[in-house]
């Protein structure tokens, strides 16, 4: 028997490649300064601390679909933060870290050779490694017409974006409803970034908002992080929400294959969302962050594109991307090249909020100084 190693089947990971410019910022006399990946810096709030460390004696296995606390805090949050009305607790079903979700979704629902996954134009690079986990193959476009009569089987949405903080304004979602309905089509949309909008006036909306889907979640399923908003990314900690049949349908498949998140980190949760005040903080922390990064890249000459959410800076030089980390990455400064994410994104680079306050202040005085 002949066996194809199944790593042999996905692309490179795209990190890998940064070694060089890594080495050459890592070489600047004050240090480096990493802006490449958008892994939380500030402490985890002291009450989720408490919690965890309270529920850490628990000896037995957890429930997949998650404690009846945590279900009622999902639902709970979600309306009280974004608006998603007509959730039941039987729509939502805990996750160990929405990468991993992501990855086998197409799995899980199902989908294989055959079936056609479609991500966005610019895209997080996960969408496309879920497809090729399953055996799909993927169409890459942001709009539903460059389909034509194509039917895929997925249609994967990231609002606010990854890499490019773009916010879906609430008339594309409607078409993508109701696009996906007349086609019966399964629409997941990856919200991780929903809670960190700077632009208050045009506030970002999750595809479960009743003025985008009517209150009516069929075949619709929101992807939801705490990894950004509470600093939990190494809980991995977040959730699926939407139609019930769906979930109950993922609940089953994670069931079989063991996908549970450890109760602790459960109680964690439960008390990341209970509590808004750790999140707001945390908000404001970025938007800080943002306002000193924004401005020294501007002086620096870069242009600034969307960004109007997220924990990214999508800027360009008008050169190729590899370029402008390389130039970055002489000043001590390590950022994401555009290309990671999708030939439109060779112009660009991406730059995360996601230092302390003393680093993002080195970075703006490179940027100001030119060195």
């Known amino acids: 028997m002949t066996r194809t190693p199944l790593g042999n089947t996905l692309p490179d990971f795209p990190w890998d490649s940064l070694a060089p410019a890594k080495k050459k910022a890592t070489e600047h006399p004050e240090g480096i300064v990493n802006l490449s990946v ?35 805090a999902i639902v709970s949050s979600a309306a009280r933060r974004y608006g998603i009305t007509d959730l039941t607790e039987a729509a939502v079903l805990p996750v160990v870290g929405t990468k991993e979700a992501i990855a086998w979704l197409p799995t899980a629902l199902g989908l294989g050779a055959g079936d056609t996954v479609v991500i966005p134009e610019l895209a997080y690079p996960t969408y496309e490694v879920g497809a090729l986990l399953a055996g799909c193959s993927t169409a890459r476009t942001d709009s539903t017409v460059a389909l034509g009569p194509q039917t895929p089987g997925l249609f994967f949405l990231n609002s606010p974006s990854n890499p490019t903080g773009r916010v879906l304004g609430v008339e594309h979602l409607r078409k993508v409803v109701q696009w996906a309905r007349e086609r019966d089509v399964i629409v997941a949309s990856d919200e991780c970034y929903l809670g960190l909008g700077w632009d208050d006036d045009r506030p970002p909306l999750s595809l479960l908002h009743p003025e ?129 994410y999708g030939p439109a994104g060779k112009q660009h680079v991406r730059i995360s909020l996601t230092a302390t306050d003393e680093r993002i202040d080195a970075a703006a005085n490179r940027l100001r100084l030119g060195s």
């Open 38 to 72: 958008g892994s939380p810096v500030d402490e985890v709030a002291p009450g989720i601390q408490l919690a965890l460390a309270e529920a850490a004696a628990r000896p037995g296995y957890p429930q997949t679909i998650g404690t009846p606390e945590l279900r009622r």
């Open 212 to 340: 985008v889907c009517g209150g009516d979640h069929r075949n619709l399923l929101a992807i939801h992080s705490l990894s950004k908003t509470s600093n939990l990314a190494g809980y991995r900690a977040g959730f699926l929400a939407g139609d019930e049949r769906l979930i109950a349908e993922l609940t089953l498949v994670r069931k079989h294959a063991g996908l549970m998140v450890p109760y602790p980190i459960q109680v964690a949760m439960t008390a990341a969302l209970d509590e808004d005040g750790h999140e707001q903080v945390q908000k404001l922390r970025y938007a800080s962050r943002r306002a000193t990064l924004l401005r020294a890249l501007i002086d620096a000459g870069f242009t600034i594109e969307h960004s109007e959410a997220g924990l990214y800076l999508w800027a360009t030089r008008g050169e190729d991307c590899w370029d402008t980390v390389d130039w970055l990455a002489q000043r001590g400064i390590l950022v994401a090249p555009g290309a990671f």
